[in-house]
């Protein structure tokens, strides 16, 4: 079975608490028994990785030591990291508790619904609103690279047919 892929709708709780799908919660058990980062993500959303993935993410990250003294974009980055990650765990419920600093980067408000979505490594929290507008952006992205694969594959047909 694929670990963390598919799509669910769950709502936030008053207390910024979330109860993921028992599919999900499987999956973090079987990759390192529930240990989880929390994980503010550029695009506005929040990603819920087990911790050795994370580990392994910052590992890469972090192999430029040397750089970040003389590197504003490395120390960015670690800013970034640091601000916006956070260790935790699973509990026995299946819930995962986001803080207010992350729900409020994330547009996630109690009472909502929001969409908790497989991403192969882990899952990603999105308010619906924006995660409507990633999905059309990535839709859009794809019938464009359609479009160029098309013409880049007529026109080497096209070259192809008059050399010979």
């Known amino acids: 079975m694929l670990a963390f892929c598919g799509q669910e709708r769950c709502v936030l ?3 910024g608490r979330l109860k993921l799908p028992q599919r999900f919660i499987e ?3 079987n990759r390192g028994g529930g240990e989880v ?3 503010g993500l550029p695009e506005g959303a929040l ?17 430029a030591v040397d750089r970040i003294g003389s590197s504003f974009a490395a120390r960015r980055s ?11 765990r699973i509990t026995r419920q299946g819930r995962i508790t986001l803080p207010a600093a992350f729900r409020e980067f994330a547009e996630l408000e109690a009472g909502r619904e929001l969409c908790v979505i497989g991403v192969e490594i882990g899952v990603e929290l999105w308010s619906v609103a924006r995660y409507r507008a990633e999905f059309e952006t990535i839709r859009e992205h794809l ?3 359609e479009v160029r694969e098309m ?9 192809d047919g008059e050399e010979s």
């Open 151 to 159: 013409a880049a594959d007529l026109r080497s047909g096209r070259n």
């Open 27 to 29: 999956d973090f058990m």
């Open 78 to 88: 670690l800013r970034r990291f640091g601000a916006l990650s956070m260790s935790d």
């Open 47 to 63: 990603a819920l990785y087990p911790e050795e993935t994370y580990v392994q993410m910052r590992r890469q990250e972090l192999s």
């Open 13 to 15: 709780d008053g207390n």
């Open 37 to 39: 980062v929390l994980y």
């Open 143 to 145: 019938a464009e690279k």
